[in-house]
């Protein structure tokens, strides 16, 4: 089978792949907006750039017919968005503490 016959099997994958990772890195995205945590912020970044390489990695297969190319850029891209994700996995986070508090009348209780 040549290019042409892939063509289609190609495009579905890399839309598949364009709408799933997107919406990880969005809703990555998100919670890095709502907490400020670093990780998060990687996390979004790493999953957009291998989304970004499916795509550009797509566009030279389909339009540029330079198949060599595109497994090139798809293949830099995923192997950064990897480094990324890794990265965001030892990326430093906020601590949360937890602080319980008593009602007043228990603590009068217990000093009897």
Known sequence: MGLD???LLI?????????????VAL???RAFKRTGSQALRALA??????????VGG?????YGGNVGLGV???SAFTAGGFTILLYSLY????????????RS???ERSGD
């Open 27 to 29: 809703l990555s995205y």
């Open 72 to 74: 090139a850029i798809q």
């Open 105 to 107: 009348d228990e603590t």
């Open 45 to 54: 970044i790493g999953f957009g750039c291998i989304v970004l390489g499916a």
């Open 5 to 7: 016959e892939y063509a």
């Open 91 to 102: 990326a430093e986070t906020t601590t949360t503490t937890t602080v319980t508090i008593r």
């Open 58 to 62: 797509a566009i030279a297969h389909l």
């Open 11 to 23: 495009a579905i994958t890399n839309t598949a792949t364009l709408c799933t990772g997107g919406a």
